[in-house]
C-alpha cells in the first residue's frame, strides 16, 4: 500500500487530483484548526473546499492588473454566474463591504487570429474582486454551489491570458455566452445541451481544419482527441442512462435514439441527462430549476445529508425542514405536517445516506409526493446506478461523477436526470432550455469519459471487496457499530432498489468502541487518507470531524458520532486489503486493553 506524506496531493504527482494526504488524526484536526504545519504544506485539497493553486495563481493575477493592493478575488466561468455569486455576497456580507464588489468578465479577443480557432471552447472567466473581509462570504458561494471555475478551465484560460488572447467584455452578454445546442441531433425542445460541440473537423481536407487541430490539440495536450468531444458527452450521458455499459472506441458519428436503458424508464433520452462541472453543482442546479419551475417554497431533506446539500437548501430559497434520521417516525412527521396543510417544493434524500449509509422508504416517499404535490430528488452518488435504481420514485436524480463513475480521482464532474413521466418535467425543462449554462469544461469531459469506460466491472470488484472487509470489521469486538446497507436497519428500502445482480456499494463507516481505538486504527491503517470517496483505491477518513468540525454535537445528535471513520473501499487485490484492515485493528486491539488496564 502506498504512503503519503502530509498535504501531497492523491493520486501523488496529479495536477488536478481530488484528494490530499492527511494520514494521521492530528493532521485532520490541524486541518480543520488551520494550524500551519499542515496548511503550509498542502499542494491540493477538495476542490470545493480548497482553491486550486492554478485558480488563485490567475486570481492574484486578474487582481494585480484590475484590482488594488487590498482586493482579492473569486473565479467563475460565466457572467451569469458570477452576477448570482455577487448577489448572494450582497445578501451576506456586512452592508459597508457591498461596495467593494466588482466584476471583470474576459472573453476571447476575437479580432486576433489565433483565437479564432478557440472559439468553440468559449474560454471565459468572469472574476469577482472585493474586500478581504468579503472572502468568507464568496467562499461559501463557491463551496456550497460548485459554481467555480475547474482548475483546468483557469490554467488554460490563464494562458490565454498571458498571451493576449483575453480581452475585457463590458457588454451585457459576450457572443460567446450564446445558448448553443450542438449538434443537430441535440435540436429537440427540451434539449438544453449548451456549448455541446464538433471541435475539429478532422474529415475536411481544408488547411484550415487541420491548423485548428493541431492548434488545438497542442494547447490541451496531443493525447486529447478534441474531434471526441461531442461523442464522450454522449457517452457520459449513455452510460448514466444504462444504455452504454462501456465503449472503448468512442464513433464520430451520429448515436441512434437509445433504445433501451437499466433505469427502467423507456422513453428516457438522452438529452434528459445533463451534466454539470460537479455533483454540488448538479443539486445547486436541480435546486434552482425547482424553485423556478414551481415557485419559491420550502423544501425537505429527509436523512443526515452531506454537508453541502442541506447548505443550499437552507441558503438559496425559503428556506428547509431538516428531518435527519430518515426513519419511519420522521415520515410520519412529515405527513402530519402535509395533512396540516403545509405544502413542499420538493423532498431531497441520499440513498443510501453519507456517512450513515440509512436508506430512506422510497416507496412511501414516492406516494406522499404523489399525494401532497412535491417533487422527489434522490442523490445516488453512495449507491451507483450500477447497483440501485432509484429514478422509478424521482423527478430528478442526482450524482457527483467525480466519485466511483471517474474512480481516478483526478476530474470533477456531476449530473442530473429529468424524469420524463413526472409532473413537473414540461415545467423542468422549460426552466432549463432557457436558464441553464453548460459549463462543464472540454478538457474535464475528456477526462471522465474516458476514466469511466470500465465503470461497470469496477463496481463488481468494489462490491466484493467492501463485502470482504465487512466480515473483518462486523465481529470485531473493538467495533461498535458497523453502517452498510446491507446490515443496517433500512436495508428492505435499499433491496427495493438493489437491481438484479447488484451488490451494496464500496462506501461504509465504523466506530469504536472508545476515541483512542479509533485514533490507533486510522493512524495505523495503511491506505490513502484523504477526503472524497469512490476512488479506484481504498480511501479512509474520520468524515465526521472533516465535515461537521463546527458542529460535532449537532451531527452527533442525528447518529453520525465525532469519532466514526469512513471507508470508501477500492480494486486492490482482496486478500491484501483483508490483511490492511485486520492489521490496523490489532492496533485499534491494542489501543483498547491499554485502556481497560
Not at 468502541?513 to 469512490?534: C, M, W
Request: proline fraction near 6%.
Amino acid at each position: 500500500m502506498p504512503s503519503f506524506e502530509v498535504g501531497e496531493s492523491i493520486p501523488p504527482d496529479t495536477a488536478h487530483a481530488v484528494s490530499v494526504s492527511l494520514p494521521t488524526w492530528s493532521s485532520n484536526i490541524g486541518y480543520e484548526e488551520g494550524q500551519e504545519w499542515v496548511v503550509s504544506r498542502m499542494t491540493t485539497g477538495y476542490p470545493r473546499f480548497f482553491i486550486h493553486l492554478s485558480i488563485a495563481a490567475f486570481a492574484d493575477e486578474l487582481v494585480a492588473k484590475f484590482g488594488t493592493k487590498n482586493t482579492r478575488a473569486m473565479l467563475f466561468p460565466t457572467r451569469q454566474i458570477a452576477a448570482r455569486c455577487s448577489d448572494f455576497l450582497k445578501s451576506r456580507a456586512p452592508a459597508e463591504l457591498v461596495g467593494s464588489i466588482s466584476a471583470v468578465h474576459l472573453v476571447l479577443d476575437i479580432e486576433k487570429p489565433a483565437a479564432k480557432a478557440l472559439e468553440p471552447l468559449r474560454p471565459t472567466i468572469s472574476a469577482l474582486l472585493f474586500a478581504p473581509e468579503v472572502f468568507p462570504f464568496a467562499k461559501q458561494y463557491w463551496q456550497h454551489s460548485g459554481d467555480g471555475v475547474s482548475s483546468r478551465r483557469a490554467e488554460f484560460c490563464h494562458g490565454l491570458f498571458r498571451d493576449g488572447l483575453l480581452c475585457v467584455d463590458d457588454g451585457p452578454k459576450s457572443p460567446l455566452q450564446k445558448p448553443y445546442r450542438g449538434p443537430r441531433r441535440y435540436h429537440r425542445p427540451s434539449s438544453i445541451d449548451a456549448g455541446t460541440v464538433t471541435l475539429v473537423n478532422n474529415g475536411g481536407s481544408g488547411g484550415e481544419s487541420q491548423e485548428t487541430s493541431r492548434f488545438l490539440e497542442e494547447r490541451f495536450g496531443r493525447n486529447l482527441e478534441l474531434s471526441f468531444l461531442d461523442p464522450a458527452r454522449s457517452a457520459i450521458r449513455r452510460r448514466i442512462a444504462g444504455a452504454l455499459r462501456s465503449d472503448n472506441e468512442l464513433s464520430k458519428s451520429p448515436q441512434p435514439e437509445m433504445e433501451s436503458n437499466t433505469r427502467g424508464v423507456v422513453n428516457l433520452r438522452e438529452e434528459d441527462i445533463y451534466l454539470f462541472p460537479c455533483g454540488m453543482n448538479a443539486i445547486f442546479n436541480s435546486h434552482r430549476a425547482l424553485l423556478g419551475a414551481r415557485g419559491s417554497m420550502k423544501t425537505v431533506n429527509v436523512g443526515f445529508p452531506y454537508v453541502d446539500t442541506l447548505k443550499i437548501l437552507e441558503k438559496f430559497g425559503p428556506g428547509c425542514v431538516f428531518y435527519g434520521h430518515a426513519s419511519e417516525s420522521d415520515l410520519d412527521a412529515l405527513e402530519a405536517r402535509l395533512e396540516d396543510g403545509e405544502r413542499f417544493l420538493a423532498l431531497f434524500c441520499e440513498f443510501p445516506g453519507n456517512p450513515l449509509l440509512t436508506c430512506p422508504n422510497l416507496v412511501r416517499i414516492r406516494q406522499l409526493a404523489d399525494k401532497y404535490d412535491f417533487a422527489v430528488v434522490v442523490d445516488e452518488t453512495v449507491g451507483t446506478f450500477a447497483n440501485i435504481n432509484v429514478l422509478q420514485f424521482s423527478d430528478i436524480v442526482v450524482s457527483s461523477l467525480t466519485k466511483i463513475f471517474s474512480g481516478d480521482c483526478n476530474v470533477m464532474g456531476g449530473s442530473a436526470i429529468f424524469n420524463p413521466n413526472r409532473r413537473y418535467y414540461a415545467a423542468l425543462t422549460a426552466f432549463a432550455q432557457k436558464e441553464f449554462e453548460d459549463t462543464y469544461w472540454p478538457e474535464d469531459v475528456i477526462f471522465m469519459e474516458r476514466n469511466s469506460r470500465d465503470f461497470a466491472s469496477r463496481i463488481d470488484r468494489i462490491n466484493a471487496n467492501a463485502e470482504a472487509i465487512c466480515d473483518v470489521l462486523k465481529p470485531h469486538p473493538a467495533i461498535k457499530q458497523l453502517f452498510y446497507p446491507r446490515y443496517n436497519e433500512s436495508r428492505p428500502n435499499y433491496e427495493i432498489c438493489r437491481l438484479p445482480g447488484g451488490g451494496y456499494g464500496g462506501l461504509l463507516s465504523i466506530t469504536f468502541n472508545h476515541r483512542d481505538q479509533a485514533v490507533a486504527f486510522y493512524d495505523a491503517i495503511e491506505t490513502a487518507k484523504g477526503p472524497s470517496l469512490g476512488t479506484n483505491f481504498t480511501l479512509t477518513s474520520p468524515y465526521v470531524l472533516l465535515a461537521h468540525f463546527q458542529e460535532l454535537e449537532w451531527a452527533k445528535g442525528f447518529g453520525a458520532d465525532p469519532d466514526l471513520i469512513r471507508i470508501s473501499v477500492g480494486l486492490e487485490e482482496t486478500d491484501q486489503l483483508v490483511g490492511v484492515f485486520k492489521s490496523a485493528l490489532k492496533a485499534a486491539e491494542e489501543t483498547g486493553h491499554a485502556v481497560a488496564k
